[in-house]
């Protein structure tokens, strides 16, 4: 019978101390949170609450924007945790109160559909997300109610809920329908752990076993209202082949029953939530057929259609999954939603056994695409997340203009899911460090930090100092009373080749299971653990199936992904070459950008233009020219202007 093993430390038996995180979360707290709320108010998103909006005005409400207004809510409740703020804590409770004045009495509450077309609610399941914008407005209310214990917001919720409850299912009278973006079903399992009421649980139970179910329900809902959607989606150019080779509604995860997924497939986003969403349900349900389903494209992901930086979703054209291998460099897509929503699905996977393979790819993802996604001053934003930039050709066509802005960080969006979603994740990073079952507390993530748990009916604490991810030596200060036995599981991240670990300065005994290495004893008060992992850089390729990095390496350290940038190497930076026998030097620090970052510097190959002729081809082989090369974190490209960038680098 499948059980799951492992329960994550609470958010607020967490604290991060020091290191790239804790700077990251501050700077999260202090500029983006805020910036989220105003862009917010600016750009009508708070006003469309008062559904005061008149046909024939100006800034016509988003059918989406309930969904900005919850994660919103959520990123400002973990802020509010890690840094009270009383003033904008008042905010969220003005918007609590338009939420309860707009309510419906029968429970409805969609501000979009109350303010346009009150009439048509709950007839476009297909695409205009009412139950994606009810699931961030209930995961916002689940975070608000933690954060602040003010249940109002949570109440409005419930009543949603119970309205939804009410409308959707097999029983006779109701609708078999699910939403087009899944979300709403990950969301009610945590409504369920707030308050308890199993309806909400086997609602989202529903959601998930009748998606894909024949007859299709969207295309039931379509010919309802006079539009075949299928004939629709296949006139898209975008969609025309992908549906003939998955199936119908296969952009939305509904071409089948989810338990007969054997891959990622469609809109990245929606992907992600589905599957969290289904290892939710697995978890409360002991599914093993639900489970074992998410095992399956869980390892087709990683396997063939992952991205080193964590990017996932490389078809802009639908924001969507295509087919294994399929890699793109310079036109490709990796929404930073979909990347944030895999590192919340990892999340959810590592629960079940504590198998590291999960936890290395929540943090390759952490500190790479998810961190990326926000500028170093923390008020800029990628919608789009490339591995190769080349500005020129952004000024031949109208496509590409839009992919300029893709390229370069925006102060905010039309459709503006990414900032909050990214926002929400880093304030609630502590609740992703620790786990604890099995009689052993469970370290993930490597950050300075500090947590209080309870283990065996007694209260103990970790105090961590590091200064990961730009060292490995990490160490573990203990508190608890002498003459416990319980174990301390370390995981030893999958790039990392060597190591060692001690107790008190002696060599510990342990022994390794699922990538964790497990220390258990009977300790003491003030024992101190030590943990070396060596960091050498890495030259990693790509499967030879990956066509465009054939003959192409990237750069790694620990679990940060390297890359040039024309700021340091100038143009023409495709052009350079990691010779043989490459020997690094590792600096620290990048004028104006970071102190404490790891930089890597090396005597790399480049073709000498001087003597090329007036000509596209010659026959003769160019000489190359050693010259000096800088690699920076990714994460912190596109910080010093629009330049050429590129993690895939010429082997010689």
Aim: net charge negative; glycine share 8%.
């Amino acid at each position: 019978m499948l059980k799951k093993s492992f329960s994550p430390i609470d958010i607020k038996n967490v604290t991060l101390t020091a290191g790239l995180l804790k700077e990251r979360q501050q700077l999260n707290a202090q500029v983006t949170v805020p910036l989220i709320y105003r862009k917010s108010v600016e750009t009508g998103r708070v006003e469309s609450l008062l559904c005061k909006w008149k046909e024939g005005e100006p800034n016509r409400p988003h059918p989406f924007w309930d969904s900005d207004i919850g994660k919103m809510i959520e990123a400002i409740s973990y802020t509010l945790i890690t840094n009270p703020d009383e003033e904008l804590e008042k905010e969220v409770d003005k918007i609590v109160d338009l939420l309860e004045r707009e309510q419906y009495p029968d429970g409805y509450l969609n501000t979009y559909f109350r303010t346009c077309e009150i009439e048509n609610r709950w007839t476009n399941l297909y695409y205009m997300h009412e139950l994606y914008c009810a699931g961030h407005l209930i995961e916002g209310a689940v975070a608000y109610y933690e954060a602040t214990g003010k249940r109002r917001m949570l109440e409005i919720m419930c009543r949603y809920a119970d309205h939804i409850y009410e409308r959707f299912g097999r029983e006779e009278g109701k609708t078999r329908g699910y939403c087009g973006h899944p979300e709403v079903e990950l969301a009610l399992v945590r409504l369920y752990k707030a308050t308890g009421n199993e309806k909400y649980l086997q609602l989202s139970k529903y959601f998930i076993d009748e998606r894909g179910r024949q007859p299709y329900f969207f295309e039931l809902e379509s010919l309802a209202r006079g539009v075949d959607t299928e004939k629709t989606a296949n006139q898209k150019r975008h969609l025309k082949y992908y549906l003939k080779s998955r199936g119908p509604y296969a952009e939305y995860q509904a071409h089948k029953p989810v338990c007969e997924h054997t891959e990622p497939v469609g809109h990245a986003v929606r992907a992600m939530y589905l599957y969290s969403g289904m290892a939710d349900i697995a978890a409360e349900y002991d599914d093993e057929s639900l489970y074992n389903a998410c095992c399956t494209i869980w390892e087709a992901l990683t396997k063939t259609q992952y991205y080193i930086t964590g990017g996932i979703g490389p078809s802009s054209d639908g924001e969507r999954f295509t087919f294994a291998y399929d890699l793109p460099n310079e036109y490709t897509y990796n929404e930073s939603c979909a990347s944030a929503a895999l590192v919340m699905w990892a999340h959810r996977m590592l629960q079940f056994e504590g198998d590291g393979m999960y936890a290395d790819i929540l943090e390759q993802t952490l500190y790479n695409t998810v961190l990326s996604s926000i500028s170093h001053e923390g008020d800029k934003f990628f919608y789009a997340n490339y591995l190769s930039v080349f500005p020129e050709r952004f000024e031949h066509s109208s496509a590409a203009v839009i992919d300029k802005m893709r390229a370069q960080r925006q102060e905010w969006f039309d459709v503006a899911c990414c900032p909050p979603n990214v926002s929400r994740l880093i304030g609630s990073l502590g609740g992703y460090i620790y786990s604890t079952g099995e009689n052993c507390v469970y370290m993930h993530l490597y950050t300075a930090s500090h947590t209080t748990f309870n283990i065996g009916g007694t209260t103990a604490s970790l105090s961590v100092a590091t200064e990961y991810p730009w060292d490995g030596k990490v160490s573990i200060s203990l508190t608890c009373d002498t003459g416990n036995e319980f174990s301390i599981g370390l995981r030893i991240p999958g790039w990392c080749r060597k190591w060692s670990v001690s107790v008190n300065g002696e060599t510990a005994v342990y022994n390794i299971k699922k990538g964790y290495c497990i220390l258990k004893r009977v300790w003491k008060n003030k024992d101190v653990i030590e943990l070396n992992l060596s960091m050498p850089v890495m030259q990693l390729e790509a499967n030879p199936r990956v066509r465009e990095n054939s003959g192409r390496i990237a750069l790694q350290r620990g679990p940060i992904v390297y890359c040039l940038e024309e700021a340091d190497n100038g143009k023409g930076i495709n052009d350079i070459a990691i010779p043989e026998n490459c020997e690094f030097r590792e600096t620290k620090g990048i004028e104006n950008l970071s102190g404490d970052a790891v930089v890597l510097e090396f005597i790399g190959m480049r073709r000498d233009e001087s003597n090329w002729p007036d000509e596209l081809y010659r026959q003769e082989t160019s000489k190359l020219t050693a010259v000096p090369v800088k690699a920076v974190p990714y994460y912190l490209w596109g910080n010093r202007g629009f330049g050429e960038m590129l993690v895939w680098i010429i082997k010689k």
